[in-house]
């Protein structure tokens, strides 16, 4: 098992994850917002989005942009189940546990963390 510091670093060397970044506009809507109403935005979506055992529009539930927390769930691999099984292994088809859904939360909001300090 990987530490989010380890999962973060490998992202980083993925061509395509590691050019996701937030925008000076995501970060004015982090600091109005702050990152407790950020973090129930990411909880209510991977909840939502990501956790059912069947995702009918899977590996495209998930915009590109809109909300930073799309963002970090594109540059994290966590936007679909099959990115979730590829990078994470995490089986398809199956309903995520609080633990799985958890996990991710705390990796997306890592992430946004990170760039919000940049």
Sequence with gaps: MQTIDQALEKLN????????????????????????TIERHARD?????????????????????????????????CCCRGCLNKWYRVPMNTQLTQVQQDKIVRLLMEWIRRQVRK
Aim: charged fraction near 35%; proline fraction near 7%.
């Design 13 to 36: 060397r993925s061509k395509f994850r590691s050019r996701f970044k937030l925008t000076a506009e995501d970060i004015e809507y982090i600091d109005k917002k702050g990152m407790d």
């Design 45 to 77: 979506f991977i909840r939502d989005r990501l956790a059912p055992q069947n995702i009918p529009n899977d590996g495209k539930q998930t915009p590109m942009r809109g909300h930073p927390v799309f963002k970090a769930q594109h540059a994290c691999a």
